[in-house]
Structures are given as C-alpha cells and as structure tokens.
T-cell receptor
Framework: DTGVSQDPRHKITKRGQNVTFRCDPI?????LYWYRQTLGQGPEFLTY????????KSRLLSDRFSAERPKGSFSTLEIQRTEQGDSAMYLC?????????????FGPGTRLTVL | EDQVTQSPEALRLQEGESSSLNCSYT??????LFWYRQDPGKGPEFLFT???AGEEKEKERLKATLTKKESFLHITAPKPEDSATYLC?????????????FGAGTRLFVKA
C-alpha cells in the first residue's frame, strides 16, 4: 500500500501524560501536513513541512505541541501534558508541491482520547 | 476574513433522488478547491480538485463544478453506499505562502 499511514490508530491516555504519533507520507511527496478534527467539524490545520523544514504553525498549536520531520520522510507529532481538550482525531496528509498540483492525500488518522 | 461554508449541514435522500451540496467561499487568491469524502472514523478520501471558474470534474455518480464564489457537488441517483460526510477545502494565498481551510462538511444519508 503506497498511501499515507499513521500509527497508532487509537490512543487512550490519562490527563498529564505525553503522547507521540507517527505519520509516514506517500514516498515521493515533499509536503507533510498535520490537522486536528473534532466531531462534526472539518479538519483544522496545525502545521506543515516542506521536506524537513517546518514552514508554518497554526496559532492552535500551543507550546505543548511539537512536530518533527527529521529526514524529510516520516513525521512525529508530540503532545506534552495532555488535556481533555486535546481529545480529537489527528490527521496527517501529504502532497507533492508543484505549479498546479497541490492535492493533499490523508491518512486514516489517530484517534486520541484523554481521560 | 477567509471563510468556507458548506450547506446543508445534513441531507437525507432516498436512493435515486439526485441533489447537490454547496460550498461557498470568500477568499482571495484561490489556489484550488478540493472535495473529499469522509466515512466515520476514517481519514478524508480525495475526490476532486478544481482550479478555475467553469471547471467541472466527474467520477461515477459525482460531479463537481466551480464558480468564482462557490462549488457544487452534484450527486446523481445516489445509492446507500454514498452515505458519508463530504468535505470541501479551499487553498488560498496567505502572507508568506498558502493555507488550506476546510468547511465543516455536509453529512449525506441515502436511504434504500
């Protein structure tokens, strides 16, 4: 399968714990995005990378959130000191940035539940 | 303020009853408009990209159209398996680059 993959698919944690999610993009894609989605809403942009450079971070991304893409391939999103409000689906997407084509392809998501 | 609004929030159709979903946007510097389908508990699945007013794309029972202010997703003779949430996203110019904004989606229910 050459699509975007995410791990784990589900994570249940207690408030105050740290969690880390992984995303493996489509191999030839140079852009990688993280989104957060809550029930009944569309995905909200968190951050994106072009190759290994983190080019933009949303105001939604508090200091407790950090993302990396160390070699321009897979990416990790870490949430420190989780809060109940962090419960959501975390989606990763990748795209091949070019003149015209900028379509983002999504992974299956990681469902986070903070108790 | 850049905004993407989808209507209706929910739509219930009988099998075979054609209809349209709307995505209206107020943005500057449109880079592209995207339609996705999302099933419960899964990531969005790409359907179409539209770049210019007047452009149309088709796939099976779905057809997407684009004007300068809105896009429509037409569903012809829907089947129960078309039941899902349909998301619209707009990519636009932003200071220093581009950004993507999603609408809240339209939940489609098709009854046999």
């Amino acid at each position: 399968d050459t699509g975007v993959s995410q791990d784990p698919r589900h994570k249940i944690t207690k408030r105050g714990q740290n969690v880390t999610f992984r995303c493996d993009p489509i191999s030839e894609h140079n852009r990688l995005y993280w989104y957060r989605q809550t029930l009944g809403q569309g995905p909200e942009f968190l951050t994106y990378f072009q190759n290994e450079a983190q080019l933009e971070k949303s105001r939604l991304l508090s200091d407790r959130f950090s993302a990396e893409r160390p070699k321009g391939s897979f990416s990790t999103l870490e949430i420190q000191r989780t809060e109940q409000g962090d419960s959501a689906m975390y989606l990763c997407a990748s795209s091949l940035e070019s003149l015209r084509k900028d379509t983002q392809y999504f992974g299956p998501g990681t469902r986070l539940t903070v108790l | 303020e850049d905004q993407v609004t989808q209507s209706p929030e929910a739509l219930r159709l009988q099998e075979g009853e054609s209809s349209s979903l709307n995505c209206s946007y107020t943005v500057s510097g449109l880079r592209g408009l995207f339609w996705y389908r999302q099933d419960p508990g899964k990531g969005p699945e790409f359907l179409f990209t539209l770049y210019s007013a007047g452009e149309e794309k088709e796939k099976e029972r779905l057809k997407a159209t684009l004007t300068k202010k809105e896009s429509f997703l037409h569903i012809t003779a829907p089947k129960p398996e078309d039941s899902a949430t349909y998301l619209c996203a707009v990519r636009m110019r932003d200071t220093g680059g581009f950004k993507t904004i999603f609408g809240a989606g339209t939940r489609l229910f098709v009854k046999a």
